[in-house]
């Protein structure tokens, strides 16, 4: 059986090499086509990979806010229970519950209150101080954000050391405002972490309930995951708890977003460049049909089957979509190489020297698994481009194709 069908292929190069310009022509088309596939997919992904790594170096991938949903208008604030599911939720290592809550200072300068356990925030955020230490369990003590100490002694001279009087706004039985006056003592500041806790006022969760009365939830609680790769399972099983997700993995879901939207509009001009190509390899088997009339009518009546003849001219288009993948991906490999050696200071020379960070040594990445795509589609198309002429061939009457060829 293998030795018939090596017998086919044979036969089918020897047809091929009987129409050289036609056979180059028709395989240049399909790598024409396969070609732009690759290289779209390996510039895409490219630029995908150097905006995720830019993301992952200035963002903390690992840390996931959790907030409660919201429905009908309602918000659930998330309980003990849940917060307890969060933490033996795979790849978390830690999890934080919070509150938030707003108080002001006597020249009305707003503080916006995170009330956490010091212990259980140390572990999620592995806080740094620049001075002082973390506030004591159920004590009047707080401890303010880089940004935040700084306006604080710049406009109302409040150090470290410092007691000061904070405002809680409440209302009266008749929905009048009331300022009740809390003592405070500030133990320690955090160093700069570019991010919302600079702003923030963190306070002992017992402190901050017994300030504002029972707490009966948490509106945010901070989960650590072990490893950014592992950040996407993780939030879709908060999600499944009926919990919303917050952090920087969503600037990589933008990011994909983007760049698949991209990848599908440029894609449809490369699937026309498969379709010009594959329309090629129709017209030169049919052609190749009706020039091999007689010899596929002598070959069918000394016993040929139909199946024989269609596996003779699909074997062709094989070896055309073979050849047509192969020279494909080389041109992808150029194209790859071009864009690499010459794309980067293109880019760099219209975009400013500023934009040099955010490329690496690759703009477009050529995996092993494109360049097999690539002859994939090439063998693909190349047989569906077939399945006509195979089939226009077996329906030939064997005695009339003789005839009208003599």
């Keep these: 059986m293998m030795g018939k069908e090596v017998d086919f292929l044979k036969l089918s190069a020897r ?26 997919v390996a510039l895409s992904d490219g630029i995908r990979y150097q905006a995720i790594e830019t993301i992952k170096a ?8 959790v907030h409660p949903s919201t429905e009908g208008g309602v918000t659930q604030l998330i309980t003990e229970t849940k917060v307890d599911a969060l933490r033996n939720t795979p790849h978390v290592l830690a999890a934080a519950p919070a509150f938030s809550d707003s108080y002001s200072t006597k020249k009305q300068t707003f503080l ?17 101080y620049t001075s002082g230490r973390a506030f004591a369990a159920n004590a009047s003590e707080v401890v303010l954000g880089a940004d935040l100490k700084d306006q604080l002694q710049r406009n109302e001279g409040i150090r470290m050391g410092d ?32 991010d919302q806790f600079d702003r923030y006022v963190l306070i002992d969760m017992q402190t901050a309930s017994k300030i504002r009365g029972e707490q009966k939830g948490y509106d945010t609680v901070y989960v650590r995951v072990d490893d950014p790769d592992n950040v996407f399972s993780v939030v879709d099983q908060i999600t499944a708890q009926g919990l919303t997700a917050t952090g920087a993995f969503e600037q990589i879901k933008a990011v994909n977003q983007f760049m698949d939207a991209i990848v599908i ?14 329309l ?19 070959i069918m009546a000394i016993g040929a089957s139909e199946n024989d003849v269609m596996r003779m001219v699909l074997y062709e288009c094989l070896l055309i979509g073979v050849l047509g993948g192969i020279v494909g991906d080389l041109f992808g490999l150029l194209f790859t190489a071009v864009m690499n050696t010459v794309g980067k200071p293109f880019i760099i020379a219209r975009m400013g020297p500023d934009f040099a960070s955010l490329l ?23 047989l569906a481009a077939g399945l006509y002429p195979a089939i226009k061939a077996t329906h030939l009457n064997p005695v009339e194709a003789i005839r009208g060829m003599t």
């Design 15 to 40: 047809q091929l090499a009987t129409k050289r310009l036609r056979v180059i022509l028709t395989v240049l088309g399909i790598a024409i086509g396969v070609a732009a596939v690759i290289g779209i």
């Design 58 to 65: 200035q963002s903390d991938l690992t840390l996931i806010e």
């Design 112 to 128: 916006q209150v995170l009330a956490v356990r010091s212990d259980e925030i140390d572990k999620v955020l592995k806080l740094k």
């Design 163 to 194: 007691n000061f009087t904070a405002l809680v706004r409440d209302y009266d039985a008749s929905g009048m405002p009331v300022d009740r006056q809390v003592p405070l003592i500030v133990v320690g500041a955090l160093g700069n972490r570019d």
């Design 265 to 278: 509009v440029f894609m449809l001009f490369a699937v026309f460049a498969l379709i010009v190509g594959g």
């Design 280 to 298: 090629m390899i129709t017209t030169t088997m049919i052609t190749s049909v009706f020039e091999r009339t007689r010899e596929i009518g002598i």
């Design 360 to 382: 690496g040594n690759q703009i477009a990445r050529l995996s092993p698994e494109m360049l097999l795509a690539g002859m994939v589609i090439a063998v693909g198309f190349s």
